[in-house]
């Protein structure tokens, strides 16, 4: 099968953790270790999250004396995706996954007029208590807003449209390589004049874009990895409860979280209804179990059992 995973940032850094290299390397060797069954047994394309990171290298950027501007958020994620890649490919390799495995800088094409522009929603970066959030956006020009563990800067998030190196993708898939790609999202490029590509400053969802590269690739299986075990109906509530399968129709009938849940969620229902093929969301930890459907959710189209 050609599976594609969406990892999840927040389980390369934990909430709450501190954002040294040897914390996301120990994470990442993790992550690696439960992904190299499924790579072993089937054709694997990986994404993966950045918020955390280019929070991190957005903030250095912004107090950098020696640059005269900092660094804008389309090369920060440029440079996310090379060090994410590297440290995916290399413990892939160290856990024994035994096709090559090739980490590939991506552009992802949004258009120039989406209305993410104008109402910045994806989170990116450290949680910080609301006091030093609204300090930190006086003094860099930010924009903040609440998440679920305190207050982190929030930034565009458009559509990714079109991944402009999936035929390269397609053809070291096609080669026999487990190719990491998508990282952060991709890079926001935009289409100019004679085809013209141009970054812009912007985050895109990665699960949205995993669920583009599993949709062009004729993906068997999307599954989206995550720090929590499952999707839950009546989240929060005293009638919470973990599902284990739900279709298409019930799961855009929850209520989940724009920030957390919610983009995963989306991202899933977009494959599901536009192939007819499952995809599953799950604990990083459980990665097999997930893709076996003994673990996590997972979604069908509506009233329809997993083939």
């Not at 060797?29 to 089937?42: G, I, T």
């Not at 590939?104 to 949004?110: D, L």
Request: glycine letters at 10%.
């Amino acid at each position: 099968m050609v599976l594609v995973v969406a990892l999840g940032g927040n389980a390369l850094l934990e909430r709450g953790e501190r954002p040294d290299a040897a914390v996301q390397q120990r994470h990442v060797r993790a992550a690696a270790r439960a992904l190299a069954p499924l790579a072993a047994e089937h054709a694997l394309v990986v994404c993966h999250g950045n918020g955390p990171q280019v929070g991190v290298l957005a903030l250095e950027s912004e107090n950098d004396p020696e640059l005269t501007h900092p660094y804008p958020l389309d090369a920060l994620g440029a440079q996310t995706q090379g060090m994410i890649g590297y440290w995916l490919a290399q413990e892939l390799g160290n856990a024994g996954v035994p096709t090559p495995v090739v980490a590939v800088v991506t552009q992802t094409v949004v258009d120039h007029d989406d209305p993410a522009f104008d109402a910045p929603a994806k989170f990116v970066g450290t949680t910080y208590p609301e006091r030093e959030a609204r300090r930190l956006a006086a003094e860099h020009g930010w924009t903040v807003a609440r998440d679920t563990s305190g207050w982190r800067r929030v930034v565009a998030s458009p559509e990714p449209r079109l991944v402009v190196e999936l035929p390269t993708i397609r053809r070291l898939l096609a080669s026999g390589a487990t190719v990491i790609c998508g990282g952060g999202g991709g890079v926001p490029v935009i289409v100019r004049e004679h085809g013209r590509l141009e970054g812009v400053q912007a985050v895109v969802d990665k699960d949205l874009t995993a669920a583009l590269l599993a949709i062009e690739l004729e993906a068997d299986r999307l599954i989206v990895l995550t720090d929590v075990d499952s999707v839950r109906a009546d989240f929060g509530t005293t009638h919470e409860r973990a599902l284990s399968t739900v279709d298409v129709d019930a799961l855009r009938a929850l209520d989940l979280q724009a920030g957390s849940m919610g983009p995963k969620a989306e991202a899933c229902a977009w494959f599901v209804s536009t192939t007819g093929r499952p995809a599953a969301i799950g604990s990083l930890a459980d990665a097999a179990a997930v893709f076996a459907g003994t673990a996590g959710t997972t979604i069908t189209t509506s009233r329809s059992p997993v083939p």
